[in-house]
């Protein structure tokens, strides 16, 4: 769902694991968030069979939104094509946080802060984030990492690692003791077996640098925008060298980086190779969307003013208009889709204003003329069941019901999907598919006791044995994922 329909959800639905009937319930997280909140990720990065679940709790704003979703794996195609991985190609998901950072828990999710396409000027520096964490993947780095971890004093890393998770949930919530606390646990973790696991991670880092180079080249592709990345990063942390214990951080100076790779780079038949003008189109676009979301409406027009004519500021400005909920906001969108009616996401802005303006009724109609554009876009399905949901029409129940069970057949981690399914359902008069259209969304946003209260009241109505009555035990069974030693 684009970016002002938003929930928060926590780490243990990034990171717990599936049972047996719930394999395609649990996969990748599917929400969004409002605000961005500052989390480290260093636990899911490093240790992610060892979060327990205290810390899996912690907050991560996520964003789900169909065109920049859709650009980004286009962008990664072929990175994941020529590293070997394109057949089983992990999942992308957008991370509220307008920092500039990617990180990779596993082989099958890349999580990208949305902060990298906001800073970013060409596709070229997105792709190179990618590609860099594709490197991750491809050369195993998170398996070696967990040996790694375990020969340098796995408690001592471990005491680290969510000492760090402590002082950024204390920041967040503005608690100073909470912030300080984490940081005694950092200093307090083993010097030798931390800085041990550093250089290590340090000399991964370095390897996915020159995957990352390798796959540019082998795509075709310039690494000036990688190269621009770590000039960017270089600059930040100007001021913050001299005082940097290079044995104390995990990944290398970025202008040591850089400097390790230009040469290299230039030497590429493909260095002065132009962005390509369609992503180059369709980054601006997506930039220009996620600020508008993710901002106020006044700083969206100061940085997209009227007399910029081009097609992203006009974008920007129409979601602008329908943040703030002015009464323009549809006939900026209209004139958007005059211009090119067969923009899916225009179509899909247009229902978001009407549904969010209380006009549910008319939102329908837009919404199906997404779907019809590109009839197997997920988030459109879910829309359009919202919309006929919300429309508070009986004789669209029906047909709710049907375009959102489509939706979940394809992504079984919308939380919106499997609410409007109960409220579907529930109108309807099947009380306990309802209640189990609500257990499994508690699943997917990891609500694990409520979940089961209400699988456990819906196998009362089932036929024992049926695939929902499975489904339903499946749930009220689930146990999350627990760390070793940790007391239950």
Request: charge should be positive.
């Amino acid at each position: 769902m684009p970016l002002s329909s938003v929930r928060q959800k926590g780490l243990n639905e990034v990171l717990a694991a599936p049972v047996r009937g719930l394999a395609s319930l649990i996969k990748t997280p599917a929400a969004t968030a409002r605000k961005a909140v500052t989390l480290t990720c260093a636990a899911a990065l490093v240790l992610p069979v060892l979060i327990s679940p205290a810390h899996a709790q912690r907050k991560l704003p996520l964003v789900r939104d169909a065109e920049v979703e859709g650009l980004l794996r286009d962008y990664a195609k072929p990175i994941f094509r020529v590293a070997g991985i394109g057949s089983s190609e992990p999942t992308i998901i957008l991370v509220n946080d307008k920092t500039f950072n990617a990180f990779v828990p596993d082989s099958r999710r890349m999580f990208i802060n949305i902060g990298v396409i906001l800073e970013a000027e060409t596709p070229g520096e997105v792709i190179g984030v990618l590609a860099h964490e594709t490197g991750h993947i491809a050369g195993r780095h998170l398996v070696r990492m967990r040996a790694a971890a375990s020969n340098a004093q796995i408690m001592s890393v471990i005491a680290m690692i969510l000492g760090a998770g402590a002082a950024a949930a204390g920041a967040a919530s503005g608690s100073g003791s909470a912030t300080s606390g984490g940081a005694a646990a950092i200093v307090g973790a083993g010097s030798l077996g931390q800085r041990s696991f550093l250089a290590y991670r340090r000399s991964e880092e370095a390897a996915a640098d020159r995957a990352a180079l390798r796959y540019l080249d082998q795509t075709g592709q310039s690494a000036r925008g990688l190269l621009r990345n770590f000039q960017r990063m270089a600059e930040q942390q100007i001021f913050s060298k001299q005082f940097a214990d290079p044995y104390a951080i995990s990944h290398p100076m970025a202008q040591d980086r850089f400097n390790g790779l230009l040469r290299e780079a230039q030497e590429s038949k493909y260095f002065e190779k132009p962005e390509d003008y369609v992503l180059q189109h369709r980054h601006d676009m997506a930039k220009a969307k996620l600020f508008a979301f993710t901002s106020h409406p006044s700083a969206t027009l100061r940085a997209y003013p009227r007399k910029d004519k081009s097609l992203p500021a006009q974008y920007a400005r129409a979601i602008a208009a329908m943040q703030s909920r002015g009464k323009g906001a549809v006939g900026e969108i209209d004139k958007l889709i005059r211009q090119h009616p067969t923009n899916p996401y225009f179509h899909e802005l247009k229902g978001q204003a009407l549904l969010e303006g209380g006009d549910p009724k008319n939102a329908i109609a837009p919404f199906r003329r997404a779907l019809s554009i590109r009839p197997n876009e997920t988030q459109f399905m879910v829309w359009l069941g919202y919309a006929l949901v919300a429309s508070d029409n009986p004789a669209n129940l029906a047909e709710a019901e049907s375009v959102l069970k489509r939706a979940i057949q394809r992504d079984s981690n919308s939380g919106t999907a499997y609410a409007q399914l109960a409220i579907a359902h529930g109108r309807q008069g099947e009380r306990a598919e309802a209640d189990l259209a609500t257990a499994k969304g508690l699943m997917v946003r990891g609500e694990f006791e409520a979940a089961k209260r209400y699988a456990a009241r819906a196998q009362k109505s089932l036929n024992r044995g049926s695939a929902a009555w499975l489904q339903a035990d499946d749930i009220v069974a689930y146990k999350p994922p627990s760390v070793p030693g940790q007391r239950r």
